[in-house]
């Protein structure tokens, strides 16, 4: 006699879900109540299962004492055979209750459907960390859409026999709201985000919980989230914790605020300054430097002028005369006659030298100075920043470091100006011409 022989009489079931929305559903017979005739858990000979495609049929049935589920995956229709459900091979014996060849309860879950749950936090204290005196009462509201993914897995979580969809929404409802509480709560020390202005880091806290939460859903209930979405986190307004922080708030960022400008103009003035005086020091250093040939040309023409001045009085002093015995005489004076040679000697070397270079272009001729340079100081996030030549200022203009509206300075300008209304800079902007 064949395992699943039809008896005479007995009407073959269809076992389908047509539940529109579900995401576990234990089939009963079309016309019954579920637990209110035993046909629902003895399946007849010759019956046809139909399982949707995103749907999973799961045959639970005793064998041996132990429990034994089939799973039989969408999209599926045909009559029940023992090769469809390779468990049930195993099973010998007679029909049950005479009219069936084995008794099972048969579950449909619902791999495609997605369950959508609101999620709504009711207003709840969060304190800055700052100022913990005062707490904001803050309210969350918005969504969670989940689905099965792994049918197994969620089979061993949660008992298909007892299953509520009611109960498991409420019970992922109370997960999520707890979990996004505790982020809203602790977001200001966590995260740095102050309590005033969390209504508009609703994106970022968004983030945060879905990131945390996809994880501990899969884990614990065998669901995946497909989407988390917090749709607004709000303030009470109203509260005096609210107003009272938003005042201190606003007058300590007045305070910095303040302070901030104050310091920034102060840098400002001063790096101006400092500036100015390289600048100065800079040019009085180019000038020394043009004037030294001129100075030595003079100091040179000082030492000839002070040799001739000493021969002079020499000759004055009748040191360089010669005497030959008349009129009283003594004769040669030969140290004399030596010393005006000595000093003739050199105050002739300096003059000659003096004007052999000036002849020439050699010796000590002043080296000629440098060409001026242009340079202008460019602003930076409000500070001064340079000084920089053309060279320099085209590869900044090349690199995007200087635009158009970008203010300069240079010596001698009264204002900081765009660099397009320059005219030495105006035309390093324009396109070369090919």
């Known amino acids: 006699m064949g395992f699943f022989k039809k008896k005479v009489g007995i009407i073959a079931d269809v076992i389908r879900c047509d539940e529109p929305t579900y995401l576990i559903w234990k089939w009963h017979p079309n016309g019954t109540k579920l637990g209110e005739h035993k046909r629902e858990i003895s399946i007849r000979t010759g019956s046809k299962l139909r399982v949707k495609d995103g749907e999973v049929a799961v045959f639970v049935y005793k064998q041996k004492d132990r429990t034994m589920q089939d799973y039989v995956v969408g999209p599926y229709e045909e009559k029940i055979k023992t090769a469809n459900l390779?468990?049930?091979?195993?099973?010998?014996?007679?029909?049950?209750?005479?009219?069936?060849?084995?008794?099972?309860?048969?579950?449909?879950?619902?791999?495609?459907?997605?369950?959508?749950?609101?999620?709504?936090?009711?207003?709840?204290?969060?304190?800055?960390?700052?100022y913990p005196d005062f707490a904001v009462p803050v309210a969350v509201r918005g969504t969670i859409s989940f689905?099965?993914?792994?049918?197994?897995?969620?089979?061993?979580?949660?008992?298909?026999?007892?299953?509520?969809?009611?109960?498991?929404?409420?019970?992922?409802?109370?997960t999520v709201s707890r979990y996004v509480k505790d982020t809203v709560a602790n977001a200001p020390t966590t995260h740095n985000i102050p309590v005033v202005k969390i209504e508009a880091r609703t994106s970022a806290i968004n983030d945060i919980v879905e990131e945390e939460l996809r994880e501990k859903?899969?884990?614990?209930?065998?669901?995946?989230?497909?989407?988390?979405?917090?749709?607004?986190?709000?303030?009470?307004?109203?509260s005096s914790g609210y107003r009272e922080l938003?005042?201190?708030?606003?007058?300590?960022?007045?305070?910095?605020?303040?302070?901030?400008?104050?310091?920034?103009?102060?840098n400002y003035a001063e790096n101006l300054r400092i500036q100015r005086e390289e600048e100065q020091y800079a040019k009085h250093m180019q000038t020394k430097s043009a004037n030294l040939g001129a100075y030595q040309i003079e100091k040179q023409a000082e030492v000839g002028i002070a040799g001739a001045e000493a021969l002079g009085q020499m000759g004055a002093?009748?040191?360089?005369?010669?005497?030959?015995?008349?009129?009283?005489?003594?004769?040669?004076?030969?140290?004399?006659?030596?010393?005006?040679?000595?000093?003739g000697g050199v105050v002739g070397q300096n003059i000659a030298s003096v004007m052999?270079?000036?002849?020439?272009?050699?010796?000590?001729?002043?080296?000629?100075?440098?060409?001026?340079?242009?340079?202008?100081?460019?602003?930076?996030?409000g500070k001064p920043t340079g000084p920089y030549d053309i060279a320099k200022l085209t590869e900044m203009i090349a690199s995007g470091e200087l635009l158009p509206d970008s203010l300069v300075w240079s010596q001698g300008m009264a204002n900081w100006e765009k660099a397009n209304t320059i005219d030495e800079l105006k035309e390093l902007?324009?396109?070369?011409?090919i």
């Open 86 to 130: 390779p468990v049930l091979t195993s099973i010998l014996g007679a029909f049950y209750g005479g009219d069936t060849p084995f008794q099972a309860e048969i579950y449909f879950i619902n791999l495609a459907n997605i369950i959508q749950t609101k999620i709504v936090v009711p207003y709840f204290d969060v304190c800055d960390p700052r």
């Open 147 to 174: 689905k099965i993914n792994d049918y197994k897995e969620f089979i061993k979580l949660h008992r298909l026999d007892s299953f509520s969809l009611d109960d498991f929404q409420n019970q992922i409802r109370d």
């Open 317 to 343: 002093n009748n040191a360089g005369n010669v005497d030959l015995g008349g009129n009283g005489g003594m004769g040669f004076n030969p140290a004399a006659m030596m010393a005006s040679m000595a000093v």
């Open 356 to 381: 052999n270079g000036a002849m020439s272009g050699n010796g000590y001729v002043a080296t000629p100075p440098p060409v001026p340079t242009v340079v202008y100081n460019v602003a930076k996030d």
């Open 429 to 433: 902007f324009s396109p070369p011409i």
């Open 246 to 266: 938003v005042e201190i708030t606003t007058d300590i960022t007045s305070a910095y605020v303040k302070a901030q400008t104050e310091a920034n103009i102060e």
């Open 217 to 238: 859903l899969k884990k614990n209930f065998g669901v995946i989230a497909s989407a988390i979405d917090i749709g607004i986190i709000e303030i009470d307004k109203s």
